[in-house]
């Protein structure tokens, strides 16, 4: 049987700034508003999270419809949960590359913190669903606690860019953290 690899998503196969960008551009246009306004609704509803993985897209789009006087969301959901664009515009030139010479060696899987429904929805929209094993999908809305970290396959490497992340991993020897530095 082939090694485990699990990947982060945000920061590691997904460039999670292009993605914003690429979102507020069209939120804003869907709103008719700047992006100065629409950067300062978002700032208001993150001062709301306790932390930036409690981001969650239906809370923000509630919190636009309100600020901003919607009578429906259909179109702000219609922007984070059916425009597929956005997403692969936002991958790293390299992910697919990486990830189909990667499939052939490895078993592909995903590890990562956030909500389910918007970390299924960046891979499937993205393209990047079919490369990754739904056996080896795992997304918590606290990826380090003991709990999660138990239900990783013994063996497991995983690639994340938060040196923090890597950090705590390295104290769990069940897996094997790899560090993509995606900064510098």
């Given at each position: ?15 999670t ?129 003991p709990w ?36 510098d």
């Open positions: 049987m082939k090694p485990v690899l699990l990947f982060d998503i945000d920061r590691t196969i997904i460039d700034g292009r993605l914003k960008e690429l979102r507020n551009q069209k939120l804003s246009k869907a709103l008719k508003t700047n992006l100065n306004k629409l950067g300062r609704a978002r700032l208001l509803y993150a001062k709301s999270l306790a932390k930036s993985t409690d981001y969650n897209p239906d809370g923000y789009i509630r919190h636009l419809k309100k600020i901003f006087s919607l009578k429906s969301s259909k179109a702000l959901k219609r922007i984070y949960f059916k425009t597929p664009s956005l997403y692969r515009l936002a991958l790293y030139p390299e992910t697919r590359a990486a990830l189909t010479i990667l499939k052939t060696a490895y078993r592909l899987g995903i590890y990562t913190e956030g909500f389910r429904k918007f970390q299924k929805a960046k891979l499937k929209l993205s393209g990047l669903l079919p490369f990754f094993e739904p056996d080896l999908t795992f997304i918590h809305r606290r990826k380090l606690t999660a970290v138990k239900q990783l396959p013994r063996g497991a490497a995983i690639v994340d860019d938060n040196l923090e992340v890597i950090n705590a991993l390295s104290k769990f020897p069940r897996v094997t953290p790899v560090w993509l530095n995606r900064k």
